[in-house]
């Protein structure tokens, strides 16, 4: 059996787990979940992800693990060359704080689940849900762009080589794209993901390369 990669083209989390993928040039199949048309509900895909959300990686012997940075730690730690995580206790912490900026404070607030139960319950248009998708990405950027003034990427956020925040914050980027925000208030986060960009294993993993 191939190693499975279950993912949406659109969906923040596959990105990243494609491009972790992508970075350790590690083969995969994607197998398509399309969470607009609620197919992350259909009892076959409950049994790799209870929480009916993308991605699930199935490896080849059916080892089936969920949540993208989990997912990418353990990449990382099976499949240690190149490298995504550093090498010290404090830098991994400070990846890890990168990552989570996205993956834990914001991007959860943008879920489909999440604009579907503002519709539902709370009665909210496509445009205010749209509006409320766009502040949240907004605020990410904004924090990325405080963090990245502090500690300006060298040219990756944290040395030369690209790892788990900056795909975090690639995956960030390529939200507010989809969303249409302009970037240019926040030149570090864009030019740090820009940077990310121009390399084939962020690109291919890209929204656009998918659809
Ligand atoms: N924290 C999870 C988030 C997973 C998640 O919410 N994925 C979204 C797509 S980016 C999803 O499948 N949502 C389905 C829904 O909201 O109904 C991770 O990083 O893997």
Not at 33 to 62: C, K, R, W, Y
Not at 159 to 166: C, L
């Amino acid at each position: 059996m191939t190693r499975r990669m279950y993912g949406f083209w659109r969906s923040i989390a596959s990105f990243r787990v494609r491009a972790a993928l992508n970075l350790k040039n590690l083969g995969y199949e994607e197998v398509s979940v399309d969470i607009l048309q609620g197919e992350q509900f259909d009892s076959s895909f409950e049994q790799l992800n209870t929480a009916h959300a993308v991605p699930a990686l199935v490896e080849e012997d059916g080892f089936t693990l969920t949540q993208s940075l989990a997912i990418m730690e353990y990449l990382d730690e099976v499949y240690p060359e190149p490298p995504l995580m550093p090498d010290t206790a404090r830098e991994r912490a400070y990846a890890r704080t990168l990552a989570l900026v996205t993956v834990a404070d914001t991007h959860p607030l943008m879920v489909p689940r999440v604009r579907k139960h503002l519709a539902q319950e709370f009665g909210a248009d496509e445009e205010t849900v749209t509006r409320w998708v766009r502040h949240w990405i907004g605020e990410g950027m904004g924090d990325y762009e405080r963090m990245l003034k502090q500690r300006p990427p060298q040219p990756f956020a944290l040395g030369n080589s690209p790892g788990i925040a900056d795909i975090c914050i690639a995956g960030h980027a390529m939200s507010a794209e989809l969303f249409s925000l302009d970037l240019s208030p926040y030149p570090s986060f864009k030019a740090l993901s820009e940077h990310c960009f121009s390399i084939p294993a962020f690109r291919n993993a890209h929204a656009r390369n998918l659809a």
